[in-house]
């Protein structure tokens, strides 16, 4: 792969310094960024020394440089995978033509919206998480949540840098945008959903870089099969990073289990939260609650705008190679689409036959729901080697759904159709309310410094980061 200039202010691999118009819109908004993560970055860990992993280069070694950063001083910048020569596109309407090295005329509006969508998730999830190292359960975990906070930043960077390289005015515009919106803000809030969700907590942190972030993988796979070719190797470079942030989460849960299991067994009654522990049952809750809200990013299952993407060559399935027919001109999907039940009865269902490429969105929600299953099944075997039968269980689709065919239905976690009354009065049971809330945040009231130390409530990892002992000092505090 090509290396890096690292000796600019925007370290990068694009050769930013032969484009002085361009180095000179990113450099005017390179402090502007950075009032933004001083703002609303991680709050309270400005001067303190990090041990974090930056990107010195892209290729196979430099990518993964670890030493102590502050983290304002974190060198964001803009690293492309290499250009894959002469490459032709590969699903759509324009398959078989080469690669876009401009945005084709037609399509700006639409990619831009995609670039914009994408990017406004990477300072959004940043925002959300601003106040969880207040309470870290160790300097193991302080160090993996700022890793993923300056790793979203420069995703944040990746999606500006095609904002004002190839759309002019209108992209230096949306840059600024992306600095303005606020995570859960009424007047100016992110633009999905699930990004406006407030993240209180480390056991919503360790749900949220499971599932939330592994939405992200997805919407960059199928960003990566981009006919346009910048966007495609922006994204392809992104994936790398994002492996680390759904490796936080999948462990994070995995050691939370690990010791809710050993509470169990030292509780004469088996109850987990009377020892100080999260219960295997509240857990369930924040699954349903993040994997479900995660569903819905993926967009409507019957779409046109999908259909348009994949059709434009814009955006392809994740693994598009895997497919035997990259055109989905024929063939349907089909679906049980829900119909309202009259007066207040629940929904039933009627068959359709959804022309594939109207059924994008939901090709790709589905390789999210098997790959979201994987890491439920590693956790429950954990459980069952602990000796306990309980399982823990991705809901059905169709529950607790904000977005799409099912949005303003009501279903059980097992996709059965309910009544409103029937909904009302069962859903506390099965997603996070207020006393949930307040319990976790109670066994989080103080942050854990000490090095090698943990929490009551989560089970130390197996082993440090980048071969350090795990009481190494991830994170040095500089009072
Ligand atoms: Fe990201
Ligand atoms: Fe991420």
């Given amino acids: 792969m090509s290396s890096v200039v690292n000796s600019e202010r925007i370290p990068n691999n694009v050769n930013l310094s032969g484009d002085k118009k361009l180095q000179r819109a990113l450099e005017a908004w390179q402090p502007k960024f950075i009032d933004w993560w001083k703002e609303m970055g991680p ?56 690669a876009w090295q401009e945005v084709p005329g037609e399509f700006r509006n639409t990619l831009r919206r995609l670039i914009v969508t994408q990017g406004d998730t990477e300072p959004a999830s940043v925002e959300q998480q601003r106040l969880l190292g207040l309470t870290c359960p160790s300097l193991y975990d302080l160090r993996n949540l700022f890793q993923v906070n300056v790793e979203e930043g420069r995703h944040l960077w990746a999606m500006v840098y095609l904002l004002n390289s190839y759309f002019g005015r209108d992209g230096r515009e949306e840059a600024e945008g992306l600095l303005e919106r606020r995570s859960g803000n009424s007047d100016k809030p992110r633009i999905l959903g699930a990004f406006n969700e407030p993240c209180s907590h480390w056991l919503s942190f360790f749900m949220f870089t499971y599932f939330t972030d592994r939405d992200g993988k997805y919407q960059l796979l199928a960003l990566s099969e981009s006919g346009f070719d910048p966007l495609a190797r922006t994204t392809k470079f992104m994936l790398t990073e994002e492996a680390h942030h759904m490796f936080v989460g999948e462990t994070g849960v995995l050691r939370i289990i690990q010791r809710t299991c050993q509470l169990m067994k030292e509780d004469k009654n088996g109850d987990a939260r009377a020892q100080g522990g999260i219960d295997l049952a509240t857990m ?37 190679e895997s497919y035997p027919d990259h055109l989905a001109l024929e063939g349907t999907y089909g679906m049980e689409v829900p119909v309202m039940g009259a007066n207040g009865t629940p929904a039933t269902f009627k068959h359709e036959d959804v022309p594939l490429r109207n059924a994008m969105n939901e090709i790709l929600r589905d390789e999210y729901v098997e790959d979201a299953q994987r890491g439920v099944d590693k956790w429950n075997r954990a459980i069952a080697e602990a000796g306990f039968s309980v399982q823990l269980t991705l809901p059905n689709r169709r529950f607790h759904r904000a977005s799409g065919i099912y949005a303003g239905l009501h279903f059980d976690p097992a996709g059965k159709p ?54 190494f000092e991830y994170v040095k505090r500089s009072e």
Avoid: C
Avoid at 288 to 308: H, M, P, Q, R
């Fill in 43 to 98: 709050e309270g860990f400005m001067e303190d020394q990090i041990f974090l992993r930056t990107a010195i280069s892209v290729d196979h070694e430099g990518w993964a440089n670890f030493d102590y950063v502050k983290m304002p001083d974190y060198r964001w910048g803009i690293f492309l995978a290499d250009a894959v020569p002469d490459r032709k596109i590969n699903f759509g309407d324009f398959i078989g033509k080469p």
């Fill in 284 to 320: 369930q809750k924040y699954i349903n609650f993040w994997y479900t809200v995660s569903l819905d990013l993926f967009g409507g299952e019957i779409s046109s705008n999908a259909a348009s993407f994949f059709g434009s060559s814009l955006k392809g399935r994740a693994k598009e």
């Fill in 418 to 471: 309910l009544t409103k009354e029937e909904w009302e009065s069962q859903k506390g049971a099965w997603l996070p309310v207020d006393a949930d809330e307040v319990y976790v945040k109670s066994l989080m009231t103080a942050p854990i410094y000490e090095p090698g130390k943990m929490a009551h409530w989560i089970a130390p990892p197996p082993r440090g980061i980048k071969g350090r002992p795990l009481d």
